[in-house]
T-cell receptor
Framework: DAKTTQPPSMDCAEGRAANLPCNHS???????VYWYRQIHSQGPQYIIH???NNETNEMASLIITEDRKSSTLILPHATLRDTAVYYC????????????FGTGTQLKVEL | EAGVAQSPRYKIIEKRQSVAFWCNPI?????LYWYQQILGQGPKLLIQ????????DSQLPKDRFSAERLKGVDSTLKIQPAKLEDSAVYLC?????????????FGEGSRLTVL
C-alpha cells in the first residue's frame, strides 16, 4: 500500500471549516483513499473513502486532486467534539489488503 | 445496533505474567481484526480472521502472542509471557465485508500496562 504524509498537528476554531491535507504521491490507480479518526481513549472511527471523485457524507467531504496524489478531508463546521487524530490511509480494495495506519494529524478544535 | 465489545478495558500485570483479551464483533460480521496501539503511534495490525480462519498473522509475535476465533464469532488474544514493550491498547475491529474491503468498526480497546 502507498504511504501517506500528513501534518502532525492542526488547530481550528469552532464553527469554522477544518481542512486536513494528505499527500499520497505514490498512489496507484486501484488504491482508495480512506479517512478514519480516533477520539481520545476510543477506537478509530471510519469517516469516508473515495477513489477518484469527490465524496460527501453526513460527517465530512473528501476532495481528491485530479492526479490523485493528494487529498483533503473537510469538516465543514468543526465542533469541540471533532478534536481527534485523523488518519489518511490508502488501500487496494479486497485481496486481503491491510488497513495500515500512520501517525495521523492531531486536530485540535478550540473556542 | 450493538458495537464491537471488548473486555477488560484495563489490565495491569507484571512482566512474564499472562493476559487474555476478549472481543465480540458486530453480529454478522465475518472478518475480525486485532490491532496493537502503542502510545503516540497509529494502530498496528496483528492478525486478521475471515470467519474462524486466520488470513494474515504475519505481524503477530508468535513466540508470545496467540489468537483464536474458534466458532467464527468472538475472539481471544493472549499474551504469554508479557514483556514491558507489550504495554499498549489492544483494539479489536470487525467488518461486514471480506478481508480488505469496506469500513472497519472498532471497539474501545483494552489497555494493557506491563510493570
Amino acid at each position: 500500500d502507498a504511504k501517506t504524509t500528513q501534518p502532525p498537528s492542526m488547530d481550528c476554531a469552532e464553527g469554522r471549516a477544518a481542512n486536513l491535507p494528505c499527500n499520497h504521491s505514490t498512489i496507484s490507480g486501484n488504491e482508495y483513499v480512506y479517512w478514519y479518526r480516533q477520539i481520545h481513549s476510543q477506537g478509530p472511527q471510519y469517516i469516508i473513502h473515495g477513489l477518484k471523485n469527490n465524496e460527501t457524507n453526513e460527517m465530512a467531504s473528501l476532495i481528491i486532486t485530479e492526479d490523485r496524489k493528494s487529498s483533503t478531508l473537510i469538516l465543514p463546521h468543526a465542533t469541540l467534539r471533532d478534536t481527534a487524530v485523523y488518519y489518511c490511509i490508502v488501500r487496494v480494495e479486497g485481496g486481503g489488503n491491510k488497513l495500515t495506519f500512520g501517525t495521523g494529524t492531531q486536530l485540535k478544535v478550540e473556542l | 445496533e450493538a458495537g464491537v465489545a471488548q473486555s477488560p478495558r484495563y489490565k495491569i500485570i507484571e512482566k512474564r505474567q499472562s493476559v487474555a483479551f476478549w472481543c465480540n464483533p458486530i453480529s454478522g460480521h465475518a472478518t475480525l481484526y486485532w490491532y496493537q496501539q502503542i502510545l503516540g503511534q497509529g494502530p498496528k495490525l496483528l492478525i486478521q480472521f475471515q470467519n474462524n480462519g486466520v488470513v494474515d498473522d504475519s505481524q503477530l509475535p508468535k513466540d508470545r502472542f496467540s489468537a483464536e476465533r474458534l466458532k467464527g464469532v468472538d475472539s481471544t488474544l493472549k499474551i504469554q509471557p508479557a514483556k514491558l514493550e507489550d504495554s499498549a491498547v489492544y483494539l479489536c475491529a470487525s467488518s461486514l465485508r471480506g478481508i480488505g474491503s469496506g469500513e472497519l468498526f472498532f471497539g474501545e480497546g483494552s489497555r494493557l500496562t506491563v510493570l
